[in-house]
Protein backbone atom coordinates (compact mmCIF):
# COMPACT_ATOMS: atom_id res chain seq x y z
CA UNK A 1 0.00 0.00 0.00
CA UNK A 2 2.97 2.35 0.56
CA UNK A 3 3.35 2.13 -3.06
CA UNK A 4 -0.43 2.69 -3.68
CA UNK A 5 -0.49 6.07 -1.97
CA UNK A 6 2.81 7.42 -3.55
CA UNK A 7 0.80 6.50 -6.82
CA UNK A 8 -1.91 8.73 -5.49
CA UNK A 9 -0.12 11.97 -4.48
CA UNK A 10 1.69 11.58 -7.72
CA UNK A 11 -1.60 11.35 -9.44
CA UNK A 12 -3.06 14.54 -6.68
CA UNK A 13 -0.10 16.67 -7.78
CA UNK A 14 -0.73 16.68 -11.36
CA UNK A 15 -4.52 17.17 -10.76
CA UNK A 16 -3.63 20.01 -9.06
CA UNK A 17 -1.69 21.84 -11.60
CA UNK A 18 -4.48 21.17 -13.72
CA UNK A 19 -7.01 22.37 -11.52
CA UNK A 20 -4.66 25.62 -10.76
CA UNK A 21 -4.54 26.21 -14.67
CA UNK A 22 -8.56 26.00 -14.82
CA UNK A 23 -8.03 28.72 -11.63
CA UNK A 24 -6.10 31.27 -13.64
CA UNK A 25 -8.16 30.75 -16.69
CA UNK A 26 -11.65 31.64 -15.12
CA UNK A 27 -9.92 34.08 -12.88
CA UNK A 28 -10.14 36.29 -16.10
CA UNK A 29 -13.71 35.66 -16.72
CA UNK A 30 -16.65 37.12 -15.65
CA UNK A 31 -18.06 35.29 -11.98
CA UNK A 32 -21.56 34.72 -11.10
CA UNK A 33 -20.91 34.64 -7.04
CA UNK A 34 -23.39 32.63 -5.14
CA UNK A 35 -23.95 32.60 -1.35
CA UNK A 36 -24.23 29.55 0.95
CA UNK A 37 -24.30 29.51 4.66
CA UNK A 38 -24.19 33.19 5.16
CA UNK A 39 -23.45 36.37 3.17
CA UNK A 40 -19.84 35.60 3.14
CA UNK A 41 -19.93 32.34 1.96
CA UNK A 42 -19.32 32.36 -1.73
CA UNK A 43 -19.32 30.00 -4.37
CA UNK A 44 -18.42 30.42 -7.76
CA UNK A 45 -19.70 28.47 -10.95
CA UNK A 46 -15.31 27.51 -10.94
CA UNK A 47 -15.57 26.19 -7.33
CA UNK A 48 -17.88 23.42 -8.59
CA UNK A 49 -15.96 23.00 -12.32
CA UNK A 50 -12.76 22.96 -10.60
CA UNK A 51 -14.51 19.82 -7.61
CA UNK A 52 -16.04 18.42 -10.67
CA UNK A 53 -12.88 18.15 -12.49
CA UNK A 54 -10.58 16.68 -9.74
CA UNK A 55 -13.06 14.13 -8.01
CA UNK A 56 -14.22 12.89 -11.60
CA UNK A 57 -10.68 12.63 -12.48
CA UNK A 58 -9.76 10.68 -9.63
CA UNK A 59 -13.06 8.23 -9.24
CA UNK A 60 -12.29 7.22 -12.73
CA UNK A 61 -8.20 6.21 -11.66
CA UNK A 62 -9.62 5.02 -7.80
CA UNK A 63 -12.81 3.72 -8.23
CA UNK A 64 -13.17 2.09 -4.35
CA UNK A 65 -12.20 5.22 -2.90
CA UNK A 66 -14.20 8.31 -1.06
CA UNK A 67 -14.65 11.69 -1.62
CA UNK A 68 -15.11 14.53 0.80
CA UNK A 69 -15.43 18.57 -1.41
CA UNK A 70 -16.30 21.29 -0.35
CA UNK A 71 -19.13 22.09 -3.07
CA UNK A 72 -20.09 18.58 -3.13
CA UNK A 73 -20.97 18.70 0.86
CA UNK A 74 -22.69 22.05 -0.11
CA UNK A 75 -25.23 20.17 -2.72
CA UNK A 76 -25.88 17.84 0.41
CA UNK A 77 -23.24 14.73 0.33
CA UNK A 78 -22.25 13.34 3.85
CA UNK A 79 -19.09 14.56 5.02
CA UNK A 80 -18.17 11.57 7.24
CA UNK A 81 -14.85 10.38 7.45
CA UNK A 82 -14.22 6.80 7.44
CA UNK A 83 -11.69 3.62 7.93
CA UNK A 84 -11.47 4.04 3.83
CA UNK A 85 -9.48 5.49 1.68
CA UNK A 86 -10.69 9.44 1.39
CA UNK A 87 -9.77 12.22 -0.92
CA UNK A 88 -10.56 15.54 1.29
CA UNK A 89 -10.94 18.36 -1.10
CA UNK A 90 -11.28 22.25 -1.91
CA UNK A 91 -11.33 23.58 -5.29
CA UNK A 92 -10.74 26.58 -4.67
CA UNK A 93 -9.54 27.97 -1.55
CA UNK A 94 -10.10 31.81 -1.07
CA UNK A 95 -13.32 31.80 -2.87
CA UNK A 96 -13.59 35.60 -2.21
CA UNK A 97 -10.26 36.05 -3.11
CA UNK A 98 -10.40 34.65 -6.21
CA UNK A 99 -13.90 36.72 -7.15
CA UNK A 100 -11.84 39.55 -6.34
CA UNK A 101 -9.06 38.58 -8.38
CA UNK A 102 -7.06 38.84 -5.02
CA UNK A 103 -4.26 36.68 -5.86
CA UNK A 104 -4.30 33.95 -2.51
CA UNK A 105 -6.01 31.09 -4.03
CA UNK A 106 -5.24 27.72 -3.44
CA UNK A 107 -6.49 24.39 -4.58
CA UNK A 108 -6.13 21.64 -1.87
CA UNK A 109 -6.36 18.24 -1.84
CA UNK A 110 -5.55 15.84 1.21
CA UNK A 111 -5.69 12.16 1.61
CA UNK A 112 -6.37 9.93 4.82
CA UNK A 113 -6.51 6.36 5.42
CA UNK A 114 -7.81 4.68 8.11
CA UNK A 115 -9.03 8.13 9.63
CA UNK A 116 -5.24 9.47 9.49
CA UNK A 117 -3.80 12.04 7.35
CA UNK A 118 -1.40 10.19 4.44
CA UNK A 119 -0.56 13.04 2.10
CA UNK A 120 -1.28 16.61 1.30
CA UNK A 121 -1.00 18.59 -1.52
CA UNK A 122 -1.80 22.38 -1.94
CA UNK A 123 -1.69 24.66 -5.08
CA UNK A 124 -0.87 28.44 -4.85
CA UNK A 125 -2.95 28.59 -8.30
CA UNK A 126 -1.79 32.25 -9.04
CA UNK A 127 2.01 32.02 -7.39
CA UNK A 128 2.29 28.35 -9.22
CA UNK A 129 4.12 27.12 -6.13
CA UNK A 130 3.30 23.44 -5.19
CA UNK A 131 3.58 22.45 -1.50
CA UNK A 132 3.93 18.75 -0.78
CA UNK A 133 3.77 16.47 2.31
CA UNK A 134 3.32 12.80 2.94
CA UNK A 135 3.71 11.18 6.05
CA UNK A 136 7.33 10.16 7.28
CA UNK A 137 8.53 12.06 3.87
CA UNK A 138 8.56 15.39 4.93
CA UNK A 139 7.43 18.78 3.66
CA UNK A 140 8.68 20.32 0.54
CA UNK A 141 7.68 23.99 -1.90
CA UNK A 142 8.40 23.14 -5.10
CA UNK A 143 10.82 20.24 -4.44
CA UNK A 144 12.82 22.46 -1.68
CA UNK A 145 12.61 20.90 2.25
CA UNK A 146 10.07 22.68 4.74
CA UNK A 147 11.33 23.85 7.87
CA UNK A 148 8.51 25.67 10.62
CA UNK A 149 9.73 28.29 12.62
CA UNK A 150 11.42 27.84 15.97
CA UNK A 151 10.57 30.97 17.54
CA UNK A 152 9.33 29.97 21.36
CA UNK A 153 9.17 33.66 22.26
CA UNK A 154 5.28 35.20 21.42
CA UNK A 155 6.68 38.53 21.64
CA UNK A 156 8.35 37.87 17.87
CA UNK A 157 5.54 35.69 16.45
CA UNK A 158 3.86 36.84 13.67
CA UNK A 159 0.17 35.02 13.85
CA UNK A 160 -2.02 34.21 10.53
CA UNK A 161 -6.20 34.02 11.13
CA UNK A 162 -8.89 34.07 9.26
CA UNK A 163 -12.59 35.29 9.63
CA UNK A 164 -15.00 32.45 9.09
CA UNK A 165 -18.00 32.87 7.99
CA UNK A 166 -20.10 33.99 10.66
CA UNK A 167 -20.66 37.61 10.96
CA UNK A 168 -22.99 38.13 13.57
CA UNK A 169 -22.24 40.64 16.58
CA UNK A 170 -21.06 38.70 19.24
CA UNK A 171 -19.06 36.30 16.61
CA UNK A 172 -17.19 40.01 15.70
CA UNK A 173 -16.70 41.02 18.91
CA UNK A 174 -15.12 37.62 20.38
CA UNK A 175 -13.16 37.37 17.20
CA UNK A 176 -12.30 41.21 17.37
CA UNK A 177 -11.33 40.22 21.37
CA UNK A 178 -9.27 37.25 20.15
CA UNK A 179 -6.91 39.61 17.64
CA UNK A 180 -6.71 41.99 20.26
CA UNK A 181 -5.64 39.35 22.57
CA UNK A 182 -2.52 38.61 20.59
CA UNK A 183 -2.20 42.13 19.32
CA UNK A 184 -1.52 43.39 22.95
CA UNK A 185 0.60 40.59 23.84
CA UNK A 186 2.68 41.73 22.54
CA UNK A 187 3.32 39.98 18.99
CA UNK A 188 4.98 41.54 16.24
CA UNK A 189 1.53 41.52 14.38
CA UNK A 190 -1.37 39.75 13.34
CA UNK A 191 -2.08 38.94 9.32
CA UNK A 192 -5.73 37.41 7.75
CA UNK A 193 -4.85 36.78 3.77
CA UNK A 194 -8.24 35.61 2.83
CA UNK A 195 -7.07 31.40 2.42
CA UNK A 196 -7.49 28.91 5.30
CA UNK A 197 -5.19 26.73 3.43
CA UNK A 198 -2.30 29.52 2.23
CA UNK A 199 -1.99 31.00 5.69
CA UNK A 200 -1.27 27.19 6.89
CA UNK A 201 0.97 26.81 4.44
CA UNK A 202 2.92 29.79 5.58
CA UNK A 203 3.02 28.15 9.20
CA UNK A 204 4.97 25.02 7.36
CA UNK A 205 7.60 27.40 5.34
CA UNK A 206 7.90 29.32 9.00
CA UNK A 207 6.94 32.45 6.95
CA UNK A 208 4.47 33.01 10.14
CA UNK A 209 4.47 31.41 13.41
CA UNK A 210 1.51 30.36 14.64
CA UNK A 211 -2.55 30.01 13.32
CA UNK A 212 -5.67 29.81 14.57
CA UNK A 213 -9.09 29.80 13.36
CA UNK A 214 -12.64 29.36 14.23
CA UNK A 215 -15.18 28.28 11.38
CA UNK A 216 -12.90 26.27 8.87
CA UNK A 217 -13.74 23.01 7.37
CA UNK A 218 -12.09 19.94 6.90
CA UNK A 219 -11.04 20.55 3.75
CA UNK A 220 -9.19 23.36 4.74
CA UNK A 221 -7.26 21.67 7.11
CA UNK A 222 -6.79 18.04 5.80
CA UNK A 223 -3.58 18.86 3.45
CA UNK A 224 -2.35 21.75 5.47
CA UNK A 225 -2.12 19.40 8.52
CA UNK A 226 0.27 17.25 7.02
CA UNK A 227 2.22 19.78 5.33
CA UNK A 228 2.89 21.48 8.57
CA UNK A 229 3.63 18.39 10.72
CA UNK A 230 6.12 17.02 8.24
CA UNK A 231 8.15 20.58 8.31
CA UNK A 232 8.37 20.32 11.76
CA UNK A 233 5.20 21.61 13.35
CA UNK A 234 2.17 21.08 15.88
CA UNK A 235 -1.42 21.13 14.38
CA UNK A 236 -3.94 20.89 17.78
CA UNK A 237 -7.35 21.43 18.16
CA UNK A 238 -7.77 24.61 19.80
CA UNK A 239 -8.19 22.98 23.33
CA UNK A 240 -4.52 21.69 23.47
CA UNK A 241 -5.82 18.84 22.87
CA UNK A 242 -5.60 16.59 19.41
CA UNK A 243 -6.64 18.20 15.81
CA UNK A 244 -10.20 17.26 15.34
CA UNK A 245 -10.70 17.05 11.48
CA UNK A 246 -14.28 17.53 11.57
CA UNK A 247 -14.40 19.91 14.48
CA UNK A 248 -14.23 23.78 12.35
CA UNK A 249 -11.58 24.68 14.81
CA UNK A 250 -7.38 24.80 14.81
CA UNK A 251 -4.33 25.89 16.06
CA UNK A 252 -1.23 25.81 14.36
CA UNK A 253 2.22 26.71 15.28
CA UNK A 254 6.20 26.29 14.69
CA UNK A 255 6.65 25.60 17.94
CA UNK A 256 4.49 23.51 21.29
CA UNK A 257 4.96 26.70 23.19
CA UNK A 258 3.81 29.27 20.77
CA UNK A 259 0.83 26.73 20.24
CA UNK A 260 -0.01 26.31 23.99
CA UNK A 261 0.16 30.30 24.28
CA UNK A 262 -2.34 30.82 21.67
CA UNK A 263 -4.50 28.10 23.56
CA UNK A 264 -4.56 30.00 26.58
CA UNK A 265 -5.91 32.70 25.07
CA UNK A 266 -8.52 31.97 22.70
CA UNK A 267 -11.67 32.78 23.58
CA UNK A 268 -14.35 30.26 21.36
CA UNK A 269 -16.56 30.65 18.70
CA UNK A 270 -18.67 28.08 18.07
CA UNK A 271 -19.51 26.33 14.68
CA UNK A 272 -21.61 23.19 13.66
CA UNK A 273 -19.36 20.69 13.36
CA UNK A 274 -18.77 19.25 9.08
CA UNK A 275 -20.07 15.65 10.48
CA UNK A 276 -23.06 17.12 12.10
CA UNK A 277 -25.66 14.68 11.18
C1 LIG B 1 -12.57 29.71 3.21
C2 LIG B 1 -11.36 30.60 3.18
C3 LIG B 1 -11.52 31.67 4.23
C4 LIG B 1 -11.72 31.07 5.62
C5 LIG B 1 -12.88 30.09 5.62
C6 LIG B 1 -12.67 29.04 4.56
P1 LIG B 1 -13.29 28.81 0.79
O1 LIG B 1 -12.49 28.71 2.22
O2 LIG B 1 -10.19 29.87 3.43
O3 LIG B 1 -10.39 32.49 4.26
O4 LIG B 1 -12.00 32.10 6.54
O5 LIG B 1 -12.97 29.49 6.88
O6 LIG B 1 -13.74 28.13 4.59
O7 LIG B 1 -14.76 28.88 1.10
O8 LIG B 1 -12.81 30.01 0.10
O9 LIG B 1 -12.93 27.52 0.13
Redesign the pocket.
Known sequence: SDKCWQECMDVAVQIARRAGQMVRDAVKQEKRVSTKSTPA??VTEADNQVEELIISTLRERFPSHRFIG?ESSAAGEKCILTESPTWII?P?????NFVHSFPMVAVSIGFSVRKELEFGVIYHCFEETLYTARKGHGAFCNGLRLQVSKEKDVSKALILT????KRDPKTLKIFSGNIEKFLSAPTHGVRII????LALCYIATGAADAYY?Y???C??IAAAAVIIREAGGVVIDTSGGPLDLMSRRVVAAGTQEIASFIVQQLDPISYERDDHY
Open positions: DLEDIDGTCEIGAGSSTQGLHWD
